[in-house]
């Protein structure tokens, strides 16, 4: 039995590669655990591996410097990557319409949070390596803790780095906490109705987001007589598709130049408003349902994976021209997408077209129809895409008045470059695309490693630090930033705005990029509502996490 004792002794001989993986797992595996248990509905999550290594590393447990260096460095690249290709497709749409605003108020928080931190390091008498720590910490983000810690290596020492990590570790737990009252205070503080606010929430979304309709009508228009689709000027604005034409009681395919005849009932697919603007200009609607005449067209749903045809619009592929089918329907993330020539093809897409037999075999050749090429990840664009994030995190850029060249990192280059190229979806015959299951697995393995290893570089003088004087003042310190601007937010949002209390919950937790408060506010409204304001954004919100971290390092120093 000597050989299992001395495979979990630290130190010596014993730090061997066998040595330093039942560590890693074992905290890891520990820390998990501990995250998943639920004190109110509420749990650490992944930070529940940190804390479990600073636990194990104040008990005695060490790790070789190089390989705690090496095995967090990967995991954070693994991390943040995967993070970068989940928020990437949405990173431009989040800034739309009202996302717009509610991308400004969450960089507000931010950069209030940003203040505060500042105001603690000049005059708080708080170490620069903890204040960055604590607003880490404050605001429950890893990866802005690890851009940190690069930047603090660079330009002062480990140790800082390590001063850092205990800073955010003193402030996680309030990060959660702090959020939550700062929703329950505001439910309070204007007495809310939540269940009032969920209903006017959903009519809202309802007017906003009309849903797809198949509307059967008959052509009476004397006018349209002879007139071909391609003419008419609903269809030229697009958001409304003619899928069908029933003509002497044979039903075809529509094409642009399939020809009206009064008489005629058409199948149209769109926007209520849109279909409506439709029968007005053609007729009347049609008792008959030509979705259950018989005929040889049919419809089929085709998954979209075929690498050739991701990026192209439907008006190049021009699959009505050549294969006489119609597309109706995209449904992209669950979403169903309005049709219209503009619309381009990604990755993973689920289209309903229409046409005959025949044909639709020839399109779902076409776009590939492999729903199995979904539930399997490429790894040659995860190890590209990698590669190109480390190049570009390793990039200096020189600022008037910076003392160092500011670098991305190895936390902002990856999360930049799996934006771009999750926006880019495919070059050449690389689509950069991961399956939910595939990127939640790197995710979570990714940060599961650099907790683990921050954990236990930490430990040595975590509880030290919490026991004296300082712990308790960086606690407070810690309370100020997390509760100050999400607090402040929620005001402005509610008396000058008007908002809604979900889109308030769900921008007071993504802009903390904070699960467990999502988690929370979902639960407290039986909504979904906090949900989507929390992924507007949660993509913003990271990158400046990130990118704010290194930069009152490199500006204070």
């Not at 066998?18 to 749990?43: D, K, P």
């Not at 204007?190 to 979304?205: A, G, M, Q």
């Not at 007729?283 to 005449?293: F, I």
Request: with cysteine.
């Amino acid at each position: 039995m000597d050989w299992l004792i001395e495979l979990f002794r630290s130190g010596g001989a014993s730090h061997s590669v066998a040595h330093s993986i039942i560590a890693l797992t074992c905290v890891a595996a520990g820390g998990l655990l501990l995250g998943s248990i639920r004190f109110f509905g509420i749990g650490l999550g992944a930070a529940g591996v940190l804390f479990v290594g600073i636990i194990l590393a104040h008990l005695g447990l060490t790790l070789d410097h190089g390989v705690l260096e090496f095995v967090r460095e990967f995991g954070l690249i693994l991390f943040v990557y995967a993070v970068g290709l989940q928020v990437g497709p949405g990173f431009i749409a989040s800034l739309r319409k009202q996302g717009l605003r509610l991308n400004l108020i969450a960089t507000g928080i931010v950069l209030t949070g940003c203040l505060i931190t500042i105001a603690i390091f000049k005059f708080g008498d708080v170490p620069l390596p903890a204040a960055v720590g604590l607003f880490s910490g404050a605001t429950t983000n890893t990866p802005s803790l690890a851009a940190a810690q690069q930047a603090i290596r660079d330009t002062m020492s480990i140790d800082e780095a390590t001063l850092a990590a205990t800073g955010y570790a003193i402030a996680y737990p309030f990060g959660v906490i702090g959020i939550i009252l700062a929703m329950l205070a505001l439910r309070r503080i204007f007495k809310i109705n939540v269940e009032e606010e969920v209903n006017t929430y959903l009519r809202s979304e309802e007017q906003k987001r009309p849903k797809l309709t198949s509307t059967n009508l008959e052509v009476t228009n004397a006018n349209l007589e002879g007139c071909e689709l391609s003419n008419l000027p609903v269809l030229c604005e697009g958001n409304v598709v003619i899928s069908r034409v029933m003509h002497g009681g044979q039903v075809a395919v529509a094409s642009p130049a399939t020809k009206l005849h009064v008489g005629d009932t058409v199948l149209a697919v769109g926007a209520d408003a849109q279909v409506e603007r439709l029968r007005l200009v053609i007729g009347q609607k049609s008792d008959a349902d030509l979705m259950k005449v018989k005929s040889k067209v049919t419809v089929r749903a085709l998954v979209v994976t075929k690498s050739e045809v991701i990026g192209q619009s439907l008006d190049e592929l021009n699959l009505t021209g050549r294969f006489g089918v119609t597309i109706t329907r995209i449904t992209r993330s669950e979403i169903e997408l309005p049709v219209n020539s503009l619309v381009r093809l990604q990755f993973s897409d689920i289209v309903l077209a229409v046409g005959e037999a025949g044909d639709l075999d020839r399109v779902s050749r076409m776009l590939g129809n492999s729903p199995k090429m979904l539930q399997h990840p490429a790894l040659i664009p995860v190890f590209v895409g990698i590669l190109l994030g480390v190049i570009a995190g390793s990039i200096p850029f020189k600022f008037p008045g910076v003392p160092v060249p500011v670098k991305l990192g190895l936390a902002g280059g990856p999360l930049l470059v799996a934006i771009i190229l999750s926006r880019v979806g495919r070059v050449g015959s690389l689509v950069w695309y991961l399956p939910a299951s595939a990127n939640y697995m790197i995710r979570e393995m990714g940060i599961a490693l650099f907790l683990a290893c921050v954990g236990i570089r930490a430990g040595g003088t975590f509880f030290q630090t919490v026991a004296s004087g300082d712990g308790l003042k960086w606690m407070g310190c810690a309370a100020l930033i997390t509760f100050i601007p999400i607090f402040l937010a929620g005001l402005l949002m509610r008396l000058k705005f008007r908002e809604n209390y979900l889109p308030i919950c769900g921008v007071m937790s993504g802009s903390m990029t904070d699960p467990p408060a999502l988690a929370f506010a979902t639960g407290l409204t039986g909504s979904e509502g906090p949900a989507i304001a929390y992924a507007s954004v949660y993509p913003m919100t990271m990158f400046l996490r990130v990118l704010t971290a290194q930069l009152m390092v490199l500006l204070l120093l």
